[in-house]
């Protein structure tokens, strides 16, 4: 599922390796909230299967991120 996204599809292997030696399997609940709007977002979340709901006050229908992308990304943009 790595290889959908155009950056991560064109990084090296040893870059995938990398990146993949960092990431944890971590499975979440129907209906279980990942982080909320007042959270900061730590981490990038790949989707491997199903799909999260992103809902934002004042719009009826969530956002759908399916399988094979990703929410989070600001997390990967921060300096530490």
Do not use: C, W
Not at 17 to 35: N, P, S
Not at 60 to 72: F, L, M, Q, R, T
């Amino acid at each position: 599922f790595l290889n959908n996204d155009p950056t991560i599809k064109a990084a090296t292997s040893e870059a995938k390796a990398r990146l993949l030696a960092h990431a944890d399997v971590i499975a979440y609940g129907t209906d279980e909230i990942i982080f909320t709007p007042q959270d900061s977002a730590d981490y990038t979340y790949f989707v491997a299967e199903g799909s999260v709901y992103l809902f934002t006050e004042g719009i009826s229908d969530p956002a759908v991120i399916d399988a094979g992308h990703y929410i989070g990304q600001e997390a990967s943009m921060q300096v530490k």
